[in-house]
């Protein structure tokens, strides 16, 4: 290309850019493919220079450090079964010691494996309440760390009712579809509530606390995460290249993280991740700074707070966040009524997501008009919006399992 065409082909891009920010009410809106020394990233080689400054400012600013894979963390497969949920799976429960010892902290996770399918890839999602409210299946061992009170837990603790109170049948599909499906609970990684960071795998990294960017809790989810795919390379009968990793809601949040710090993830499915998920702040509309930072203090690092009333005039914004998954696919779902995640806000982190995916030689999201109910769209980035409220939905589990057929077939 010659000198002239570049420079009318970054100016075209540029004002596309600004018409795009102008139309949605988001100028100033941060741009993925500008350095902060302001030199345009226009090479894939370049945008591995602006990925590292982007990965250091979310790990300062937001989501906080995060440690290496714990040198003596060993792992035990406790329990399994070629015939579990009629002979349609075989099972697995494993645990992960974090710090190789018996009596230290420790996640389970389940996994399903469709026996009629030779080394499947698999969702690992990572969980509310305990592997045991994914499954009526009595084998799946109950769950006994910290849980939030409710109706199916006494004193902090799951009781047998919660067995299969969420996603059985949806479970069940997507093994019947060829992939498998794997499990953790984020309590037994970090219970969610603000402890002074103390409890769960903080209490083996007290050196990442009293700072700014300390280890917070959704850095701990998105770290534990990567910790459950540390098994799944050593384990044979899984297809580690094809994990996509699921997260609704909070724990939407985690795994958009995990799939941006984690490239070893293959796919991310982030499920009404709404504010601190894949939601472009700078509209102001939803669940804000202030709200998060002060119902859940814990979920993000101290310096996040410095932004608290500040969401219209970021310096950066969760698009950036996402741009960090690419060129990897990322399936963003939404729903009507969940207006405290911002659905369109939701959509836009994936329109402005896009020139990187671009740059990096694939579509990203094919449009920049919030699609209707129903009706998906689908590149590399994947959107959907149905009716109904803050859930994870059979229609929800369809259109990830469309997104992976399309990217692991
Ligand atoms: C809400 C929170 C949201 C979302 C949700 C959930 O209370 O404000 O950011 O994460 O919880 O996890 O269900």
Redesign the pocket.
């Known amino acids: 290309m010659t000198a002239k065409k570049f420079i009318a082909l970054v100016c075209i891009t540029i004002g596309a850019n600004l018409t795009l920010h102008a139309q949605n009410n988001l100028s100033g809106l941060a741009d993925p493919l500008t350095m902060s020394n302001g030199s345009i990233v226009t090479t894939a080689k370049q945008w591995q220079q602006r990925r590292k400054e982007l990965l250091h400012l979310f790990t300062t600013e937001m989501y906080g450090q995060m440690p290496a894979r714990p040198a003596n963390m060993s792992f035990k497969v406790f329990e399994s079964s070629k015939n579990a949920l009629g002979g349609l799976a075989t099972r697995k429960q494993v645990t992960v010691f974090f710090n190789g010892k018996s009596d230290g902290p420790q996640m389970d996770i389940l996994i399903y494996l469709p026996n009629k399918v030779k080394k499947p890839g698999l969702i690992l999602q990572l969980g509310f309440n305990g592997n045991q409210t994914l499954s009526n299946d009595p084998a799946v061992k109950l769950n006994t760390s910290w849980v939030a009170n409710g109706k199916n837990a006494e004193n902090n603790k799951a009781t047998e009712a919660s067995r299969g109170t969420t996603s059985n049948k949806d479970v069940e599909m997507i093994l019947n579809r060829g992939y498998g499906f794997a499990t953790i609970y984020c309590g037994d990684i970090d219970p969610d509530f603000d402890d002074g960071f103390k409890n769960g795998v903080h209490s083996l990294y007290p050196e990442l606390q009293a700072r700014g960017d300390n280890f917070s809790t959704i850095g701990a989810w998105a770290w534990g995460l990567s910790r459950a795919l540390d098994y799944i390379e050593t384990d044979k009968d899984i297809n580690a290249k094809k994990v996509a990793v699921f997260g609704?809601?909070?724990?939407g949040?985690a795994a958009l993280w995990a799939g941006a710090t984690d490239t070893r993830f293959a796919m991310v499915l982030s499920n009404e991740?709404?504010?601190?998920g894949v939601r472009i702040f700078r509209r102001g509309k939803g669940?804000d700074i202030k709200?998060?930072c002060t119902?859940?203090p814990h979920w993000f690092d101290v310096n996040f707070r410095k932004y608290i009333g500040r969401d219209t005039m970021l310096p950066f914004d969760q698009h950036l966040v996402i741009s960090l998954i690419a060129p990897r696919p990322i399936a963003i779902g939404s729903a009507l009524g969940d207006q405290?995640?911002d659905p369109e806000g939701e959509f836009l982190g994936g329109v402005y997501a896009t020139p990187v995916y671009k740059l990096l030689g694939t579509d990203g999201l094919p449009t920049t008009q919030m699609p209707g109910i129903n009706d998906p769209i689908s590149g590399q980035i994947q959107y959907h919006i149905r009716p109904g409220n803050?859930n994870i939905l059979t229609y929800d589990w369809e259109q990830y399992l469309n997104f992976m057929d399309k990217h692991f077939k």
Do not use: I
């Open positions: 609704f809601s909070r724990l949040k991740s709404g504010a601190g669940e709200q998060l119902a859940f405290w995640s803050h």
